[in-house]
Every structure is written in C-alpha cells, then in structure tokens.
C-alpha cells in the first residue's frame, strides 16, 4: 500500500466526526460545559484519563479493522503511526498550556470563566486543523519535496525553542491583540463569561473576547509546527487527522490538570524543542536512511519522559 494513500474509507471519516461532534455537544450541553465553574484537579484528571482511554481504544479498534481487511503488516503500521503521532501531539500541546496560562493570567480571567473560553479554542482549532492537514496532505501527495521543507522548518523551529525556552513573549506587542484593540469596541469592564454586551444600543466586544482570539491564534502558531512534526511520521491523512483531533480533544483537560503544577514542568520545552529538531533531522535525511516509526517511537518517549523527570527534579531541589 503506498503510504500516500489514506486507509480511512468514507465510512470511517464520517463514523470519527459524527464521535467528534457527539462528544463536543456532551461538553457543552450535558457535561457542565455551558456552566460557569472552576475545574477540580479530579475533573480534569478523569477527562485526561478517559480522554487518553478513547485514543488508545480507537487505535486498538483500527488495529483490529485492519487486521481483516488490509493485513498484519498494514494494521501493525497504522497502528504504530497512529499511537507515535498521538504522542507527539499530545506532548507537544503541553506548549499550549503555557501559552494559555500566561494568556489567562495576563487577563486576569477568573478560573471558572476559563472552560468556556477554551470551549470555543477546541471548537476552532478543529475546524482549524481539518483545513491543515487536509491540505497539508495534498500538498504533500503533489509535492512530495516539500517535506524537505518542513524537515528545516521543524529544525529551525526546534533550535529556536532552544535558546527561547526560557523567554516569556510578550502579549502587549502581539500585532493581533493590537490590530482588535485598534478595529474592535472593547468594554473597559469584565462581563463573566461573554463575549460581547450591548450597551447604549453599542455593540461592545469584552476583554474575555481578546482573550479567545489570543487563544485561537497561539493555536494556529501551534498547529504550524505540530502538523508538519506527523507528516515526518506518516503521511496517511486519516492517520493524521484521528490523532491531531484526540490530542486537540484533551487539550482543555490537559490544561486544567496542570495548570497549577506547570512550573514544575519547565524543562519540558527543552524536551519538546528536541523533539521537533529531531523530527525535523528524520525528514532531511530520509533519502539516504530512513527512521522506522517504532525507533521514532521511541525516541520521542524517552526526550519526553526525560524532560519531565528533570524537571521534577530540579524543581525538587529547589524547594527542599
């Protein structure tokens, strides 16, 4: 089978987004996602559980399926693609946490406001990943030089987190908070959890709507350097959907299960900067030997787990 060629049938891609679509109206209208509350650690941790759960069953059904319909061999690589992507999508969301904390905190956005806000960050950013990566699948079956391109891209971008890990942007000279401050009516004063409020007839946006806006696109800078990091492992679009999609899912659990504990976790970047420069080395030097998805596998678990240990220890010592 060329591994051009995706081995989602029209079936499955409308099975897994009728799931998806399911379950974002769970969250919104049966789950409490439409209830302003602050998320308890034993929240987030069961939905980052039943999250984690889902991902790892859907890769075992298509295992299965593909064990008697394609062979063995196809359905012991899927399934290996599928679970490699998962992870570095999932580790490389870690980033968003980090992001999303310091956006919050600059806004002063209460805890029991912030669901809602990434409620709707989840909603664009899958729609926003679905044009990606179905593109980027295109693209690449067209032009399957470009790969090399995303090869440096994703070095480039991991050195730079590199020698940037330990710098905080700075959200004040962001051009696009600076272009809605300069074209939008923003209300001086917070109004919970909405977006926008009439005032005098006046349509105002609030600073919570600045707030998503922020969130939207700190996405968008994310998914340009996850998206290309699956292309390296496989360049199956359902196989790249289904995972980016069940990371994104668990993002919002994800944040709230370490939002009070992210500190702990800074040496984290260092590991995921690591992980992209080595992806991005496995691209460009595919022409002369190629990194099985098992090795790749491997590779990414260890940077990771590595990354998180010593930052549990360092910031051990640090408190003892």
Do not use: C
Request: charged share 15%.
């Amino acid at each position: 089978m060329n591994p051009a060629i995706s081995i989602g049938e029209p079936w499955m891609w409308g099975a897994f987004i009728g799931f998806v679509l399911i379950m974002l109206v769970l969250d919104l209208f049966v789950f409490g996602g439409s209830k302003a509350h602050k998320v308890s650690v034993k929240e987030a941790a069961s939905w980052s559980l039943a999250w984690v759960s889902m991902a790892l069953l859907f890769n075992a059904g298509l295992w299965w399926y593909l064990s008697g319909t394609a062979g063995q061999e196809i359905a012991d690589r899927k399934a290996l693609e599928f679970l490699t992507g998962y992870l570095i999508e999932k580790s490389l969301s870690v980033d968003n946490v980090f992001i999303f904390l310091l956006i919050f905190s600059s806004f002063h956005v209460a805890a029991e406001y912030q669901r809602r806000v990434l409620i709707y960050g989840v909603l664009g950013a899958i729609v926003l990943r679905a044009i990606m990566i179905l593109a980027g699948a295109w693209v690449v079956q067209e032009f399957s030089w470009v790969l090399y391109i995303f090869g440096v891209f994703l070095l480039i971008t991991g050195m730079r987190m590199l020698v940037m890990a330990e710098k905080k942007p700075d959200l004040e000279k962001n051009p696009v908070l600076k272009f809605a401050r300069r074209h939008l009516r923003i209300s001086a004063d917070n109004h919970g959890e909405k977006f926008m409020v009439m005032k005098n007839g006046v349509l105002y946006f609030t600073p919570l709507f600045l707030v998503l806006i922020l969130i939207e696109v700190s996405d968008l800078v994310f998914a340009v350097d996850s998206i290309p990091a699956i292309f390296a492992i496989t360049t199956d679009p359902f196989i790249v959907f289904t995972s980016n999609i069940f990371a994104i899912m668990g993002l919002r659990a994800l944040y709230f299960l370490l939002a009070d504990v992210a500190d702990r976790f800074h040496l984290l970047k260092y590991g995921l900067a690591m992980v992209l420069s080595f992806i991005g080395t496995k691209m460009l030097i595919a022409p002369w030997y190629h990194v099985p998805v098992a090795a790749s596998l491997i590779i990414v678990t260890v940077l990771i787990a590595a990354s998180v240990v010593a930052s549990l220890l360092a910031t051990r010592k640090e408190t003892n």
